[in-house]
């Protein structure tokens, strides 16, 4: 994040100024921040910035965020720049409040040409959940009394994914103000008052507060009794001297009110047009999918007593519990065994994700048992999926070339006369590390009986070392795919 030219966040100076973060007078409304480097022009950087790819966490230390999911997705076909872009990333300023962000998200994709009319899917991490639930029951849900959709000018959101939402708030909340991110994040940043005034500036904080039942429990009193911290009366119970932290208690009350609006909306739920969406013919109507972290001890409960907090932990991705990601029913998601910033890079996370993503597809190639189909463009109408005979790809020595390869490929199906060859995405990794990645386009067309054959090839592919070497032929965003493999040993 980029506040007046300066990089304020992804950094170790982000936690060692943390006091740039907070909102003067907070929490309130503000701007949003840039989230990329406003000196840089560069229009393909300004297309896929903004996310934290890594975070340098303690000098050279870099912890991976995003960058594993970008690279996950992209093995699936998505593309975050290019003439064939279907990944748009959303980031944001996550000290705003989340219906300030979900405003921002409607400007967004009506701001993008390439979205125009189409339907949408989102992927959302974390608090990104909470504001695609606002935009969803507020920006796209139905808009006339019938309560119909009316395609595309709303209900074009088709799909939503989320990954370690916080639909009833997080404990974490409450504990990162006092505890901050470890002893060590406490010394680096400045102590413990340094954190609060920071974080508690924050309007999106006060949207996170925990929300279900038994979730906060005060024993300053004659028996214990359980908190609603959206009520400020409940919420003084925690031991903040707000003023000696300069926060207004004006705009902390503010910032609770549109916590106890979010609740309300959390509530009610996804709209119905995402959670009956019938985006597969044949399979049951479903848009909504959550993925929820497991097995990481996860704050789920606080104590509060003569100005002392204890903490009861349970299941959860170590930030957000399993009952919260998941609206109270575990077993309504899909597990992850990650913890919270990384709940993405699951193996069976990432399994559920490519279910989802492709599930129409799959419907075809998997439910029903039917033949693989691939997307064809046509000279003289519009595209049309045709069954396939077979694809093959083969990697072979290209003895011209020190150290270079060629690799052939063969897409076979009944393909009309005007068929335009489809392209295909070739990936070549060595050891499981690309080192190639490219859209190659059909070299020839041939006749073989009733079929056609669309033949591909591409070469001076260098390939330096020894291991495995795995290429993969691939024909839009779910197949049909081939691949290849050789074992490359050392030159006596």
């Not at 936690?15 to 409304?29: C, F, S, T, Y």
């Amino acid at each position: 994040m980029w506040i007046d030219g300066k990089l304020v966040w992804g950094t170790l100076d982000g936690l060692r100024h943390l006091e740039n973060l907070r909102i003067v007078d907070g929490p309130r409304k503000i701007s949003a921040a840039d989230t990329c480097d406003p000196g840089n022009s560069d229009a393909t950087y300004r297309a896929t910035c903004g996310t934290l790819n890594q975070f340098i966490a303690l000098g050279p230390l870099k912890v991976d965020v995003y960058e594993p999911l970008w690279q996950y997705l992209r093995s699936l076909g998505y593309s975050r720049s290019g003439e064939h872009r279907n990944l748009f990333l959303f980031p944001y300023d996550w000290r705003r409040s989340n219906f300030d962000t979900a405003a921002d998200l409607d400007a967004f994709i009506k701001s993008r040409p390439e979205l125009a009319g189409k339907e949408i899917d989102i992927l959302a991490h974390s608090m990104g959940g909470l504001v695609s639930l606002i935009y969803t029951t507020q920006y796209d849900a139905p808009s006339g009394p019938d309560g119909k959709c009316d395609f595309p000018r709303n209900c074009r959101v088709k799909t939503v994914i989320t990954m370690g939402t916080p639909f009833w708030g997080s404990v974490t909340a409450v504990a990162t103000p006092f505890l901050g991110w470890g002893r060590a994040s406490r010394w680096l940043i400045g102590g413990t008052d340094t954190i609060i005034r920071t974080l508690m500036s924050w309007p999106s904080l006060y949207e996170l507060l925990p929300t279900y039942e038994n979730c906060c429990v005060s024993t300053d009193g004659p028996k214990p009794r359980s908190l609603d911290l959206l009520d400020p009366a409940d919420f003084s119970a925690l031991p903040l001297d707000l003023a000696r932290h300069d926060i207004s208690i004006e705009h902390a009350t503010d910032a609770l009110k549109a916590a106890a609006k979010l609740r309300k909306i959390v509530e009610g739920g996804f709209p119905k047009h995402i959670r009956n969406a019938t985006t597969c013919t044949g399979l049951p109507a479903e848009g909504l999918f959550i993925v929820a972290g497991d097995r990481n001890g996860t704050r789920q409960s606080i104590t509060i007593g003569t100005g002392k907090m204890l903490y009861v932990e349970r299941r959860g991705d170590g930030t957000v519990t399993l009952r919260s990601a998941t609206f109270g029913n575990p077993g309504g998601g899909f597990l992850s065994f990650m913890p919270h910033m990384s709940i993405f890079n699951d193996e069976n996370a990432q399994a559920k994700l490519e279910t989802i993503l492709f599930r129409c597809e799959m419907g075809f190639n998997d439910f029903n048992g039917n033949v693989p189909t691939v997307e064809v463009g046509r000279q003289l109408g519009i595209s049309a999926r045709f069954p396939i005979e077979f694809v093959s790809v083969e990697l072979v020595e290209d003895n011209s070339v020190p150290d270079g390869f060629a690799a052939t490929g063969i897409l076979s199906l009944a393909a009309p006369d005007d068929a335009v060859a489809p392209v295909a995405l070739l990936s070549v990794k060595l050891n499981g590390a690309e080192i190639k990645r490219t859209e190659i386009r059909s070299t020839a067309r041939r006749l073989d009986g009733s079929m056609t054959r669309f033949e591909y090839a591409v070469g001076s592919i260098k390939i330096e070392g020894e291991g495995r070497v795995d290429v993969e032929l691939t024909f839009g965003n779910s197949g049909p795919t081939a691949t290849d493999h050789i074992t490359l040993l050392a030159k006596p």
